[in-house]
C-alpha cells in the first residue's frame, strides 16, 4: 500500500513577518528559499560540513512545517514565516552566497527522520552564543566540523542517534491535503481513513470525543459521530459532515497531541501514514478498486454512447484502458489512461449527476442503481430500505443468506447478510455496501424477479 512520505515543493509560500502582521505573502522556488535563509543564518567561510548540517536543519524545519500544514491548519494563506521568532530568517531580495548555493542545489532534497517516523524531524536550532535552545548550536557546529565529524554526525550530536537520512526525495508541487469537498456520511476514500486515524489520536486527548472502532476508510455513523462531538467541543458548527474548516482544525489539534512541530515529537509512523487505497489505477493492477471504476464507468458508458460497455473483469485491461481514455477525453481532462484523483472524481461526480436525472433501472434490471455512496451500519434511510428488500428476496431463495427486516435500518441482520453476499461473491468482508457488493446483490435480485 502506498504511504503518505514528504516530498520536497516546488514552491513555498513565505509570510514577510508574524503570523499575523498585515504583511506581504509571496511564493518563491523552494531551492531559491533555502538559499536565502542559509546565507542569513550562517556564515559562508565555516567548514563544509558545518554548513552542510545547518542546511539540513534549515531544510528540515521548513519540511515539517509544509508537511503538517502548520500555518494552513490555523486558517493562514503560507507555509511559514520569515521571522526567527516563529520560524527561520527570509528577506525578501538578499544576496547569497556562492557556497552555500552550490551545497543546497546538492542536498535540497534531502533531510533527516526519526527511525520508524514518517514526517521530517522539526529541527529547531539557535546561534548557541546570544541564544541557546533544545536542538542545533550554529557555532556549535563549526566546533564539531573541526573536530572531524561529517555533517550527519554533527545532526546525530544535537538531535539524537536514532535518526536516519532520507536520501533524493521526489520535487513536485504539493496539493493540500482537503480533499476540495466536504466529507460526509457513505464517503469512501483515503482522505476519510486519514481523518478516522487524526480522530482516534485526538480522542486519546478528549475522551469525550467517540472512537471509530473501524478504520476502513469508510465514512460511516461511527465517523459522523467523532466528528460531531469534535465540532461541539471546537465550537465548530455541529453537522458531523467535514468541511474546510472541520478539516484543518482537526489538523491542527492532531498537530498539536501529536507534538508534530516539536523536537519530543510523538511521531508519526508508517502505518499511521499508510493509505487504504492506491493513489493511481493504471493498466496491469487488479483488485476491488479496479472494478468499482468498471462499474462506475459502465453505467456511464450505458447513459453516454461516446464510451464504450466493457466487462467487469477486476483488471484494468484494455477494454479498462479505452474506457477510461474516452472518459478523459469525453469530460475534457487529459487523456492519459490512468485514473488519478482528478479522474477518479469526476467518475464520482459523473455517476452521482447520473443518479439525479436518470430513471432508476439501469438496462432493464429492477433493483435501482448504486445510490452513489457507500451503505454503512447505522444508517437509516429510504436506500437502506431499498436494499433490505432486495436482501430479503435473495434470502427466500437461498437459505445461505439470512432473513432481513425491511425497516429502513442499517442494524446487524443487514450487515449480516452483507457478509453473506459478499463471501458468496469474492467480495472483500467489510459489511458495508459499496458499489461492487450493490451490484452483487442487484444482480441476485434481477436473476430471482426475472425468473419468476
Known sequence: MPVITP??????????????????????????????????????TWPEESLKANIYAINNFALNRIYTEWYPSKGYPFDITSTTAYDQSFAKNREVF??????VDEQFNNYIVRQGEVQPLFTPFCNGTTSTCPGLSQWGTVTLADQGKTAFEILQYYYGDNITPVSNA???????????????????????????????????????IPLIPDVFG??????????RSFQQIFNLPVNGTV?????????EVYNGVKRLGELSSEGLTYAEATLLYPE??????????????????????????NINLFPISYVFDTDTLNAVNLFQQEYGLPVTGKVDQPTYDLIVKTYRDILRSQPPNYTGGLAKLYPGYFLTPGMVNTDVRDLQTYLSVIAENNPEVPPVAVDGVYGPETRDAVYV???LYGLPLTGTVGPLTWRAIADAYDAIIVGQ
Not at 520535487?171 to 487524526?198: C, F, H, K, M
Request: proline content about 9%.
Open 7 to 44: 516530498v520536497i515543493p516546488t514552491n513555498i509560500t513565505v509570510h514577510l513577518g508574524a503570523p499575523d502582521a498585515p504583511a506581504e505573502n509571496i511564493t518563491v522556488p523552494y531551492t531559491t528559499y533555502l538559499k536565502n535563509v542559509a546565507s542569513g543564518e550562517i556564515y559562508p
Open 421 to 423: 453476499i459478499q463471501r
Open 218 to 227: 469508510i465514512f460511516d455513523d461511527a465517523t459522523e459521530s467523532a466528528v
Open 98 to 103: 556562492e557556497n552555500i548555493s552550490q551545497l
Open 243 to 251: 468541511d474546510k474548516a472541520t478539516w484543518y482544525r482537526i489538523k
Open 280 to 305: 493511481l489505477l493504471e493498466q496491469g493492477m487488479s483488485g476491488p478498486e479496479i472494478g468499482t471504476i468498471q462499474y462506475l464507468l459502465n453505467v456511464i458508458a450505458y447513459f453516454n454512447p
Open 170 to 208: 521526489p520535487v513536485q508541487n504539493i496539493e493540500p491535503s482537503y480533499p476540495g469537498r466536504p466529507l460526509r456520511i457513505g464517503d469512501a476514500e483515503n482522505a476519510v481513513a486519514v481523518l478516522q486515524n487524526e480522530l482516534n489520536r485526538i480522542r486519546q486527548n478528549f475522551p469525550a
